[in-house]
């Protein structure tokens, strides 16, 4: 069998030459002894590629014994075991997607790129993203030697449009709603702008009354969120608990419970394309719409990242005043915005 690869010399660096394609490629050393050896591997990789994978495997398991039998379904739970709170469950959930059936019980190191473009084709954005974070966890730990599909070959997420939820479409749902607690805490996500998990895990001691504010910690990034609240705020909050959990029943639904609810509510005043975190995104854009500071919003949102903020309000139209009535409305009228 004729070899695939040769060897040249050149500026005193040996490199590779295919037979096969034409290219050279360097070994990045002037070592012949090095060289050699490397030249010797290439084709032998190429006449007998079964054997070489067992003999890799071999070497390999001298530093992870692991390494012959872990699987794909071992790294998910290996994470799943990491994680905690809502990430946790969002990787249980994931793991249960059914395109990574493909790869669940395969052997990590035997798995050729193939089978993750396989397990990509048949998957939704969810799949990609976290196949992806798989991949490249399997990686950080050392269960794979080298990627299995290269960084720029992976498809790239596109997720679907998001929105915020008008006040028209939010008025339409909360005058709908004959639930009076749901109806309290929609009206929460529209003044607090909170994410659907931490407004459900409200309680009656997160609010002070005297300054009019509610302070809590994000669940999903343990930021302090402190948002001031108003005169609508407050009248809702009146007719919640006054000890313990504010929202009882619909605080202990899963999110997913809670989505379901709110989709149904959107569906009997027909109102499409937004979700709970369409709330987010609306108090953002009206947080920027109004000249807010950046430094506020992000300390309402609880959010320690400008580049955070900024795609949620995104959308938002800003008509910017003259600094004429910025002087004489915020700062003389309204008093210093520091203070």
Same mark, same amino acid.
């Given at each position: 069998?004729?070899?695939?690869?040769?060897?040249?010399?050149?500026?005193?660096?040996?490199?590779?030459?295919?037979?096969?394609?034409?290219?050279?490629?360097?070994?990045?050393?002037?070592?012949?002894?090095?060289?050699?050896?490397?030249?010797?591997?290439?084709?032998?990789?190429?006449?007998?590629?079964?054997?070489?994978?067992?003999?890799?495997?071999?070497?390999?398991?001298?530093?992870?014994?692991?390494?012959?039998?872990?699987?794909?379904?071992?790294?998910?739970?290996?994470?799943?075991?990491?994680?905690?709170?809502?990430?946790?469950?969002?990787?249980?959930?994931?793991?249960?997607?059914?395109?990574?059936?493909?790869?669940?019980?395969?052997?990590?190191?035997?798995?050729?790129?193939?089978? *993750?473009? =396989?397990?990509?084709?048949?998957? #939704?954005?969810? /799949?990609? &993203?976290?196949? %992806? $974070?798989?991949?490249?966890?399997?990686?950080?730990?050392?269960?794979?030697?080298?990627?299995?599909?290269?960084?720029?070959?992976?498809?790239?997420?596109?997720?679907?449009?998001?929105?915020?939820?008008?006040?028209?479409?939010?008025?339409?749902?909360?005058?709908?709603?004959?639930?009076?607690?749901?109806?309290?805490?929609?009206?929460?996500?529209?003044?607090?702008?909170?994410?659907?998990?931490?407004?459900?895990? *409200?309680? =009656?001691?997160?609010?002070?009354? #005297?300054?009019? /504010?509610? &302070?809590?910690? %994000? $669940?999903?990034?343990?930021?302090?969120?402190?948002?001031?609240?108003?005169?609508?705020?407050?009248?809702?909050?009146?007719?919640?608990?006054?000890?313990?959990?504010?929202?009882?029943?619909?605080?202990?639904?899963?999110?997913?419970?809670?989505?379901?609810?709110?989709?149904?509510?959107?569906?009997?005043?027909?109102?499409?394309?937004?979700?709970?975190?369409?709330?987010?995104?609306?108090?953002?854009?009206?947080?920027?719409?109004?000249?807010?500071?950046?430094?506020?919003?992000?300390?309402?949102?609880?959010?320690?990242?400008?580049?955070?903020?900024?795609?949620?309000?995104?959308?938002?139209?800003?008509?910017?005043?003259?600094?004429?009535?910025?002087?004489?409305?915020?700062?003389?009228?309204?008093?210093?915005?520091?203070?």
């Amino acid at each position: 069998m004729k070899r695939r690869y040769r060897l040249f010399r050149r500026n005193g660096t040996f490199y590779l030459w295919d037979n096969v394609t034409g290219r050279r490629e360097s070994l990045e050393t002037k070592n012949s002894d090095d060289a050699q050896r490397l030249l010797h591997a290439r084709n032998e990789a190429q006449r007998q590629p079964a054997l070489n994978l067992h003999i890799a495997k071999a070497y390999l398991a001298g530093t992870d014994s692991g390494i012959t039998s872990r699987t794909w379904q071992d790294a998910l739970q290996a994470i799943i075991d990491m994680k905690h709170g809502p990430t946790k469950e969002r990787w249980q959930r994931a793991a249960q997607e059914k395109p990574l059936d493909g790869i669940r019980h395969k052997i990590i190191v035997e798995t050729q790129a193939s089978h *993750l473009l =396989a397990v990509l084709k048949a998957g #939704t954005v969810s /799949t990609n &993203a976290h196949l %992806r $974070k798989l991949h490249n966890f399997c990686l950080d730990m050392n269960w794979l030697p080298w990627p299995i599909l290269p960084k720029k070959q992976w498809p790239a997420v596109r997720y679907g449009e998001k929105r915020a939820i008008t006040f028209a479409e939010h008025h339409k749902i909360i005058a709908r709603e004959p639930n009076p607690e749901r109806k309290a805490f929609y009206q929460l996500c529209w003044h607090l702008g909170g994410s659907q998990g931490d407004i459900a895990a *409200l309680q =009656a001691e997160d609010i002070d009354w #005297t300054d009019r /504010t509610i &302070a809590y910690r %994000r $669940k999903k990034t343990a930021e302090p969120a402190i948002v001031r609240f108003g005169v609508e705020v407050a009248v809702a909050l009146q007719q919640l608990p006054k000890a313990g959990p504010l929202f009882p029943e619909f605080g202990e639904l899963s999110a997913g419970h809670r989505a379901t609810e709110f989709r149904r509510a959107c569906t009997r005043v027909g109102v499409a394309g937004v979700t709970l975190h369409s709330y987010r995104y609306a108090w953002a854009e009206r947080a920027k719409a109004s000249g807010m500071p950046e430094r506020f919003a992000m300390e309402m949102l609880g959010h320690n990242s400008r580049a955070v903020t900024r795609s949620y309000a995104k959308k938002a139209q800003v008509r910017l005043p003259s600094l004429e009535e910025y002087e004489r409305h915020i700062l003389i009228e309204g008093g210093s915005l520091n203070n």
